[in-house]
T-cell receptor
Framework: DTAVSQTPKYLVTQMGNDKSIKCEQN?????MYWYKQDSKKFLKIMFSYNNKELIINETVPNRFSPKSPDKAHLNLHINSLELGDSAVYFCASSPGWGEEKLFFGSGTQLSVL | SQQGEEDPQALSIQEGENATMNCSYKTSINNLQWYRQNSGRGLVHLILIRSNEREKHSGRLRVTLDTSKKSSSLLITASRAADTASYFCATDEKRGSTLGRLYFGRGTQLTVWP
Protein backbone atom coordinates (compact mmCIF):
# COMPACT_ATOMS: atom_id res chain seq x y z
CA ASP A 1 0.00 0.00 0.00
CA THR A 2 1.71 3.17 -1.20
CA ALA A 3 1.42 5.93 1.38
CA VAL A 4 2.12 8.90 -0.92
CA SER A 5 1.55 8.18 -4.57
CA GLN A 6 2.05 10.50 -7.47
CA THR A 7 1.37 10.08 -11.17
CA PRO A 8 2.78 9.97 -13.70
CA LYS A 9 6.26 8.73 -12.82
CA TYR A 10 7.68 10.05 -16.09
CA LEU A 11 6.43 12.98 -18.14
CA VAL A 12 8.02 13.99 -21.42
CA THR A 13 6.53 16.96 -23.21
CA GLN A 14 7.24 19.83 -25.56
CA MET A 15 7.88 23.42 -24.57
CA GLY A 16 4.71 25.47 -24.31
CA ASN A 17 2.48 22.56 -23.32
CA ASP A 18 0.36 22.40 -20.16
CA LYS A 19 0.67 19.37 -17.90
CA SER A 20 -0.53 18.14 -14.52
CA ILE A 21 0.94 15.92 -11.85
CA LYS A 22 -1.35 14.24 -9.36
CA CYS A 23 -0.62 13.31 -5.76
CA GLU A 24 -2.60 11.37 -3.21
CA GLN A 25 -1.79 10.31 0.34
CA ASN A 26 -3.61 7.64 2.34
CA UNK A 27 -1.94 8.44 5.66
CA UNK A 28 -4.65 10.72 6.94
CA UNK A 29 -2.19 13.62 7.05
CA UNK A 30 -3.35 17.22 7.12
CA UNK A 31 -0.40 18.81 5.32
CA MET A 32 0.92 18.23 1.81
CA TYR A 33 3.84 19.68 -0.12
CA TRP A 34 5.40 19.95 -3.53
CA TYR A 35 9.19 19.93 -3.78
CA LYS A 36 11.38 20.33 -6.85
CA GLN A 37 14.71 18.51 -7.21
CA ASP A 38 17.06 19.81 -9.86
CA SER A 39 19.74 17.97 -11.79
CA LYS A 40 22.25 18.61 -9.01
CA LYS A 41 19.89 16.95 -6.52
CA PHE A 42 19.12 20.23 -4.80
CA LEU A 43 15.65 19.90 -3.26
CA LYS A 44 13.54 23.00 -2.76
CA ILE A 45 10.03 23.53 -1.44
CA MET A 46 7.47 24.99 -3.83
CA PHE A 47 4.09 24.84 -2.10
CA SER A 48 2.44 23.59 1.04
CA TYR A 49 -1.21 23.08 1.86
CA ASN A 50 -2.71 22.46 5.27
CA ASN A 51 -6.27 21.14 5.28
CA LYS A 52 -6.75 22.35 1.69
CA GLU A 53 -5.49 25.83 2.55
CA LEU A 54 -2.39 27.23 0.85
CA ILE A 55 0.22 27.94 3.52
CA ILE A 56 3.51 28.18 1.67
CA ASN A 57 3.98 29.62 -1.79
CA GLU A 58 7.66 30.04 -2.46
CA THR A 59 8.96 32.19 -5.31
CA VAL A 60 7.52 29.97 -7.98
CA PRO A 61 6.38 31.31 -11.39
CA ASN A 62 2.65 31.84 -11.78
CA ARG A 63 2.69 29.12 -14.41
CA PHE A 64 2.70 26.66 -11.51
CA SER A 65 -0.67 26.29 -9.84
CA PRO A 66 -1.34 23.80 -7.07
CA LYS A 67 -4.85 22.56 -6.35
CA SER A 68 -6.07 20.67 -3.33
CA PRO A 69 -9.61 19.30 -3.81
CA ASP A 70 -9.42 17.64 -0.40
CA LYS A 71 -6.72 17.12 2.20
CA ALA A 72 -5.71 13.76 0.72
CA HIS A 73 -4.93 15.21 -2.70
CA LEU A 74 -2.59 17.91 -3.94
CA ASN A 75 -2.19 18.29 -7.68
CA LEU A 76 0.26 20.46 -9.56
CA HIS A 77 -0.63 22.07 -12.85
CA ILE A 78 2.04 23.68 -14.97
CA ASN A 79 1.21 26.02 -17.86
CA SER A 80 3.42 26.94 -20.80
CA LEU A 81 6.20 24.56 -19.88
CA GLU A 82 9.78 25.78 -20.29
CA LEU A 83 13.07 23.92 -20.63
CA GLY A 84 14.07 25.03 -17.14
CA ASP A 85 11.08 23.25 -15.66
CA SER A 86 12.79 19.92 -16.32
CA ALA A 87 13.36 18.35 -12.92
CA VAL A 88 12.00 15.73 -10.56
CA TYR A 89 8.91 16.88 -8.67
CA PHE A 90 8.16 15.29 -5.33
CA CYS A 91 4.94 15.32 -3.42
CA ALA A 92 5.17 14.89 0.35
CA SER A 93 2.91 14.91 3.37
CA SER A 94 3.19 15.36 7.12
CA PRO A 95 0.74 14.64 9.93
CA GLY A 96 0.03 18.29 10.61
CA TRP A 97 1.29 21.82 10.17
CA GLY A 98 4.68 22.19 11.77
CA GLU A 99 5.05 18.41 12.10
CA GLU A 100 8.54 17.98 10.95
CA LYS A 101 8.80 14.48 9.51
CA LEU A 102 7.90 14.29 5.82
CA PHE A 103 6.68 11.31 3.85
CA PHE A 104 7.65 11.54 0.19
CA GLY A 105 6.18 10.11 -2.98
CA SER A 106 8.51 8.46 -5.48
CA GLY A 107 8.71 11.51 -7.72
CA THR A 108 7.73 12.57 -11.24
CA GLN A 109 10.58 13.01 -13.70
CA LEU A 110 9.53 15.89 -15.98
CA SER A 111 11.48 16.38 -19.18
CA VAL A 112 10.65 19.40 -21.32
CA LEU A 113 11.99 19.17 -24.87
CA SER B 1 18.65 31.41 2.84
CA GLN B 2 19.08 28.50 5.18
CA GLN B 3 20.25 25.35 3.44
CA GLY B 4 21.96 22.31 4.78
CA GLU B 5 25.19 21.55 3.05
CA GLU B 6 26.46 18.00 3.10
CA ASP B 7 30.06 16.95 2.97
CA PRO B 8 31.52 15.03 1.24
CA GLN B 9 29.53 15.14 -1.99
CA ALA B 10 30.43 11.51 -2.64
CA LEU B 11 31.74 8.72 -0.44
CA SER B 12 32.82 5.26 -1.54
CA ILE B 13 33.57 2.50 0.99
CA GLN B 14 33.67 -1.28 1.38
CA GLU B 15 30.99 -3.29 3.13
CA GLY B 16 31.59 -3.48 6.83
CA GLU B 17 33.26 -0.08 7.05
CA ASN B 18 31.71 2.91 8.76
CA ALA B 19 30.42 5.86 6.74
CA THR B 20 30.42 9.39 8.13
CA MET B 21 28.63 12.27 6.46
CA ASN B 22 28.56 15.84 7.67
CA CYS B 23 26.06 18.65 7.37
CA SER B 24 26.56 22.35 8.01
CA TYR B 25 23.88 25.02 8.17
CA LYS B 26 23.70 28.76 8.67
CA THR B 27 20.98 29.90 11.08
CA SER B 28 19.40 28.76 14.33
CA ILE B 29 17.21 25.71 13.98
CA ASN B 30 14.47 23.86 15.82
CA ASN B 31 15.60 20.48 14.61
CA LEU B 32 17.69 18.73 11.99
CA GLN B 33 16.67 15.65 10.05
CA TRP B 34 18.44 13.12 7.88
CA TYR B 35 16.79 11.52 4.88
CA ARG B 36 17.85 8.81 2.49
CA GLN B 37 17.09 8.64 -1.22
CA ASN B 38 17.60 5.53 -3.27
CA SER B 39 18.12 6.07 -6.98
CA GLY B 40 14.85 6.94 -8.70
CA ARG B 41 12.90 6.99 -5.45
CA GLY B 42 11.54 9.50 -2.99
CA LEU B 43 13.24 10.54 0.22
CA VAL B 44 12.76 8.43 3.32
CA HIS B 45 13.04 9.90 6.79
CA LEU B 46 15.81 8.36 8.88
CA ILE B 47 16.18 10.33 12.06
CA LEU B 48 15.34 13.68 13.65
CA ILE B 49 17.46 15.42 16.27
CA ARG B 50 16.21 18.46 18.13
CA SER B 51 18.28 21.53 18.83
CA ASN B 52 18.54 20.65 22.55
CA GLU B 53 19.86 17.15 21.80
CA ARG B 54 23.49 16.32 21.13
CA GLU B 55 23.35 12.73 20.00
CA LYS B 56 20.76 10.23 18.84
CA HIS B 57 20.88 6.58 17.82
CA SER B 58 18.66 4.45 15.64
CA GLY B 59 19.88 0.96 14.81
CA ARG B 60 23.16 1.36 12.91
CA LEU B 61 22.68 5.12 12.63
CA ARG B 62 24.22 7.65 14.97
CA VAL B 63 23.55 11.35 14.58
CA THR B 64 25.31 14.15 16.41
CA LEU B 65 24.42 17.82 16.52
CA ASP B 66 26.67 20.70 17.49
CA THR B 67 24.59 23.87 17.48
CA SER B 68 27.60 26.03 18.40
CA LYS B 69 29.30 24.94 15.18
CA LYS B 70 26.01 24.66 13.28
CA SER B 71 26.90 21.18 12.14
CA SER B 72 25.67 17.63 12.31
CA SER B 73 27.10 14.26 11.39
CA LEU B 74 25.50 11.00 10.37
CA LEU B 75 27.43 7.83 11.08
CA ILE B 76 26.39 4.53 9.53
CA THR B 77 28.19 1.65 11.20
CA ALA B 78 28.98 -1.70 9.57
CA SER B 79 27.73 -0.51 6.21
CA ARG B 80 26.05 -2.82 3.72
CA ALA B 81 25.69 -2.67 -0.05
CA ALA B 82 22.00 -1.89 0.54
CA ASP B 83 23.03 1.37 2.24
CA THR B 84 24.06 2.72 -1.15
CA ALA B 85 21.96 5.87 -1.59
CA SER B 86 22.04 9.64 -1.32
CA TYR B 87 21.77 11.06 2.18
CA PHE B 88 20.33 14.50 2.83
CA CYS B 89 20.18 16.67 5.88
CA ALA B 90 17.23 19.01 6.29
CA THR B 91 16.86 21.91 8.68
CA ASP B 92 14.10 24.25 9.69
CA GLU B 93 14.72 27.83 10.67
CA LYS B 94 13.84 29.03 14.14
CA ARG B 95 11.52 31.73 12.82
CA GLY B 96 7.75 31.64 12.82
CA SER B 97 7.44 33.05 9.33
CA THR B 98 9.27 30.08 7.90
CA LEU B 99 7.45 27.44 9.94
CA GLY B 100 6.88 24.30 7.92
CA ARG B 101 9.76 24.90 5.55
CA LEU B 102 12.48 22.30 5.45
CA TYR B 103 15.72 23.29 3.79
CA PHE B 104 17.63 20.48 2.15
CA GLY B 105 21.19 20.26 0.93
CA ARG B 106 22.39 18.53 -2.19
CA GLY B 107 23.17 15.32 -0.39
CA THR B 108 26.07 12.91 -0.03
CA GLN B 109 26.12 10.04 -2.49
CA LEU B 110 27.23 6.95 -0.58
CA THR B 111 28.39 3.88 -2.48
CA VAL B 112 29.07 0.72 -0.52
CA TRP B 113 30.95 -1.95 -2.44
CA PRO B 114 30.37 -5.63 -1.63
Amino acid sequence: DTAVSQTPKYLVTQMGNDKSIKCEQNLGHDTMYWYKQDSKKFLKIMFSYNNKELIINETVPNRFSPKSPDKAHLNLHINSLELGDSAVYFCASSPGWGEEKLFFGSGTQLSVL
Amino acid sequence: SQQGEEDPQALSIQEGENATMNCSYKTSINNLQWYRQNSGRGLVHLILIRSNEREKHSGRLRVTLDTSKKSSSLLITASRAADTASYFCATDEKRGSTLGRLYFGRGTQLTVWP
